[in-house]
T-cell receptor
């Protein structure tokens, strides 16, 4: 199974942009890159996903390296409500979502 | 309606009890999932149902018994659990079968304590 590597934790100041990195050097051509986040006391929440091209939605942007071996989730202006564990996950074919350890993001006021 | 509803939110049970967790979605999704999450750990996949049929069982002990009575409803029947089974049990659904570009919608979970 393709694996991802994320930093255990990151810290950001409120209203600053946040770049959350994810390495996936063994990614295959059919793997989608998904990002989910889990706020305290809640279930995980879909953030964004992509295959090859960069993606934007109302929550975040996903920047995918040209060789697809890494990606970065970008929160354009962090708020206190963005404090959560962020998971970078690869899926393909019939493979369901399998969570790694994720990155715990702290946002400082 | 983009919600996955799980009941109960909290459950305390003894090791000899039988209880059930319930999950419901009305988004017309055809795949449903059970995950287990211990404190400070990532969610772990337990079961996947696609089109109301069990498609994945991640070697879960038989004291956990899933059931999918229809495409909107998913149950997890619990019997003779151990204290180490105490965890947050999360239900999720997706429009199509697991994998690829499908995005999952999660409920808030049932916090289970086994005494």
């Amino acid at each position: 199974d393709a694996k991802t590597t994320q930093p255990n934790s990151m810290e950001s100041n409120e209203e600053e942009p946040v770049h959350l990195p994810c390495n996936h050097s063994t990614i295959s051509g059919t793997d989608y890159i998904h990002w989910y986040r889990q706020l305290p006391s809640q279930g995980p929440e879909y953030v964004i996903h992509g295959l090859t091209s960069n993606v934007n939605n109302r929550m975040a942007s996903l920047a995918i390296a040209e060789d697809r071996k890494s990606s970065t989730l970008i929160l354009h202006r962090a708020t206190l409500r963005d404090a959560a564990v962020y998971y970078c996950i690869l899926t393909s074919g019939n493979t369901p979502l399998v969570f790694g350890k994720g990155t715990r993001l702290s946002v400082i006021a | 309606d983009t919600e996955v509803t799980q009941t109960p939110k909290h459950l305390v049970m003894g090791m000899t009890n039988k209880k059930s967790l319930k999950c419901e979605q009305h988004m017309g999704h055809r795949a449903m999932y059970w995950y287990k999450q211990k404190a400070k750990k990532p969610p772990e996949l337990m079961f996947v149902y696609s089109y109301e049929k069990l498609s994945i069982n991640e070697s879960v002990p038989s004291r956990f018994s899933p059931e999918c009575p229809n495409s909107s409803l998913l149950n997890l029947h619990l019997h003779a659990l151990q204290p180490e089974d105490s965890a947050l049990y999360l239900c999720a659904s997706s429009q199509g079968p697991a994998g690829g570009y499908e995005k999952l919608f999660f409920g808030s979970g049932t916090q289970l304590s086994v005494l």
